[in-house]
């Protein structure tokens, strides 16, 4: 299994008014080339996360009552391992530990079965000229079960809204004697922005992807291995 960092996912809640956001500042992501040969020879594999919230808030009766409700819909759409709540001078600290799948759906269609409202998706890439070369794609993206989950924090509190796009970083490594080729755009690569990034992956690569047109689209990235 590989690791999936949430890291820093902040979500601010203010009493009395009730004022709820939740985006995470950075998800971290870690895959090796062979976890996507795997899945795609048709292996069933799940990812380990960990998650931080930083949450500002009142510690009285009607917060943590929000909190044990909040952990009762995650466990049921997530496999969490651990879900630790810590009381600070300003708020709240909680972290999550658990696992979300890594699947295959090759026209991109989310699997039915899938019951995290988040999952990491490869599928096919149908696109021609340049980017032909890379015959698949490989997405963090909400699932077919995003609206239920997002429906049922609702119903603690109508302002209470994951949002569906995330700002990643996702960093890949080459294991064995595999060949990884990506490309990709609008990306962070070791701390330099880049407009364009296409490379033969030797080691490993850190791919930063978040803000601007990532509010509202998917982050994707291209990619072949051998």
């Given at each position: 299994?590989?690791?999936?960092?949430?890291?820093?996912?902040?979500?601010?809640?203010?009493?009395?008014?009730?004022?709820?956001?939740?985006?995470?500042?950075?998800?971290?992501?870690?895959?090796?080339?062979?976890?996507?040969?795997?899945?795609?020879?048709?292996?069933?594999?799940?990812?380990?996360?960990?998650?931080?919230?930083?949450?500002?808030?009142?510690?009285?009766?009607?917060?943590?009552?929000?909190?044990?409700?909040?952990?009762?819909?995650?466990?049921?759409?997530?496999?969490?391992e651990?879900?630790?709540?810590?009381?600070?001078?300003?708020?709240?600290?909680?972290?999550?530990?658990?696992e979300?799948?890594?699947?295959?759906?090759?026209?991109?269609?989310?699997?039915?079965?899938?019951?995290?409202?988040?999952?990491?998706?490869?599928?096919?890439?149908?696109s021609?000229?340049?980017?032909?070369?890379?015959?698949?794609?490989?997405?963090?993206?909400?699932?077919?079960?995003?609206?239920?989950?997002?429906?049922?924090?609702n119903?603690?509190?109508?302002?209470?809204?994951?949002?569906?796009?995330?700002?990643?970083?996702?960093?890949?490594?080459?294991?064995?004697?595999?060949?990884?080729?990506?490309?990709?755009?609008?990306?962070?690569?070791?701390?330099?922005?880049?407009?364009?990034?296409?490379?033969?992956i030797?080691?490993?690569?850190?791919?930063?992807?978040?803000?601007?047109?990532?509010?509202?689209?998917?982050?994707?990235?291209?990619?072949?291995?051998?």
């Open positions: 299994m590989k690791n999936i960092n949430f890291k820093k996912l902040v979500c601010l809640i203010i009493f009395p008014l009730v004022l709820f956001a939740c985006k995470a500042d950075e998800i971290e992501v870690s895959i090796k080339s062979n976890d996507l040969r795997r899945v795609l020879s048709g292996d069933t594999l799940s990812v380990e996360f960990e998650a931080e919230l930083n949450m500002m808030a009142e510690n009285n009766p009607e917060t943590k009552a929000q909190i044990r409700a909040i952990e009762k819909i995650i466990d049921k759409y997530i496999l969490v651990e879900f630790d709540v810590t009381a600070g001078d300003f708020g709240f600290q909680i972290k999550i530990e658990g979300m799948p890594l699947i295959y759906s090759p026209n991109g269609s989310m699997v039915q079965s899938v019951r995290s409202p988040w999952a990491m998706v490869i599928s096919d890439n149908r021609r000229g340049s980017l032909s070369g890379f015959p698949y794609k490989l997405m963090f993206s909400s699932t077919s079960q995003f609206d239920a989950f997002s429906g049922e924090l119903k603690i509190n109508l302002l209470l809204s994951p949002d569906r796009r995330q700002p990643i970083k996702l960093k890949l490594r080459r294991t064995g004697q595999d060949r990884l080729r990506i490309f990709t755009g609008s990306v962070e690569v070791f701390g330099e922005s880049r407009v364009l990034y296409e490379a033969d030797e080691k490993r690569v850190s791919l930063t992807m978040k803000g601007g047109v990532y509010d509202r689209a998917r982050q994707v990235i291209f990619f072949s291995v051998k």
